[in-house]
């Protein structure tokens, strides 16, 4: 029992004097590390302008900005074992980390998928910070590229996280890349009325809105489109600026209609609401109708009396 109790204390005394012995690495490792990730979140606030400022692009810059202070820290925490006479540790970090990458591969695969995603839309994307975009069924501007996720704000308020992997996947409609949208709707106009003359109409109409565009590569136009019930339907086509698509460019559309038709009826132009026809079946003869007449006003009936 007395051989035991001596090996245990040797044993503690031992760990006493190995701990006193490391203190001073120990302590400057924890200088490392502290110093470390000041200086890794500089390096990476630092990086992340430099590329702003040679790219001009938001989402690349702040992505590899995050990357690099991400990869300086696991390298200051490695210096730091090793500085506080942990470097087995250290080395059996590694070793691990290389064994498990296997199995946490398969646990974490739709992470490490994402991930990758995020490095090859750094690079090589269909949009910008605030380009207005459809990723499958979500629509909004586009407000942050993760490691992991992009963030989109759709015109109703949401945020919608989409995850970097299905963004390479799905097709993504940029409505903003070019600043240019081609919207279109359609106005009928009697049959008796001049095509000709309702079409020559709506394009001066066009040219009068300020938010119209119309040049040599985008021409606004109008067709005829369809012999409907009761009205020759003409399908107008006309280019607007999308900066602020899904605000200005509603605005601009609500307003080229409403000049639209205003400017035809103020050119005599009609433009008539749809026939219903009323046909009868099997023994009917006529169409009962009942007209009843109208009673006078008070006024008409004090005009008749006084005459």
């Given at each position: 029992m007395q051989d035991n109790t001596i090996t245990i204390s040797d044993a503690f005394l031992n760990f006493y004097n190995n701990l006193i012995n490391q203190l001073p690495g120990i302590g400057i490792g924890i200088l490392i590390v502290a110093l470390g990730f000041l200086i890794a979140k500089w390096i990476g606030q630092f990086?992340?302008?430099?590329?702003?400022?040679?790219?001009?692009?938001?989402?690349?810059?702040?992505?590899?900005?995050?990357?690099?202070r991400y990869i300086l820290v696991i390298f200051v925490i490695m210096i730091a074992l090793r500085a506080a006479g942990m470097g087995g540790v250290a080395t059996a970090i590694l070793t691990a980390a290389g064994?498990?990458?296997?199995?946490?591969?398969?646990?974490?695969?739709?992470?490490?998928?994402?991930?990758?995603a995020?490095?090859?839309l750094a690079f090589n994307r269909p949009f910008d910070v605030n380009d207005t975009v459809?990723?499958?069924?979500?629509?909004?501007k586009v407000k942050n590229l993760e490691f992991r996720y992009t963030k989109l704000k759709t015109f109703d308020g949401k945020d919608v996280y989409i995850p970097n992997?299905?963004?390479?996947?799905?097709?993504?409609?940029?409505?903003?890349?070019?600043?240019f949208f081609r919207w279109d709707f359609i106005i009928g106009v009697a049959y008796e009325d001049d095509i000709q003359g309702a079409k020559k109409t709506i394009l001066d109409t066009l040219r009068k809105e300020p938010k119209v565009i119309e040049d040599e590569e985008h021409e606004n136009f109008v067709i005829e489109d369809q012999l409907a019930t009761s009205t020759v339907n003409l399908k107008v086509f006309f280019w607007v600026d999308t900066t602020d698509f899904r605000r200005m460019?509603?605005?601009?559309k609500g307003n080229v209609i409403r000049n639209v038709k205003e400017a035809l009826i103020k050119d005599g132009y009609y433009l008539p609401a749809d026939i219903q026809e009323i046909k009868l079946y099997?023994?009917?003869?006529?169409?009962?109708?009942?007209?009843?007449?109208?009673?006078p006003s008070d006024n008409n009936k004090n005009k008749n009396q006084s005459s």
């Open positions: 990086a992340r302008k430099r590329i702003d400022a040679r790219t001009h692009d938001p989402l690349m810059s702040k992505f590899l900005g995050q990357a690099i064994a498990s990458a296997i199995v946490f591969g398969f646990a974490f695969k739709d992470i490490g998928e994402n991930f990758i995020g490095i090859i459809e990723i499958g069924q979500d629509f909004g992997s299905d963004v390479l996947r799905k097709p993504v409609t940029n409505y903003t890349e070019d600043g460019a509603l605005i601009t099997g023994g009917e003869k006529g169409f009962p109708i009942r007209m009843e007449k109208e009673e």
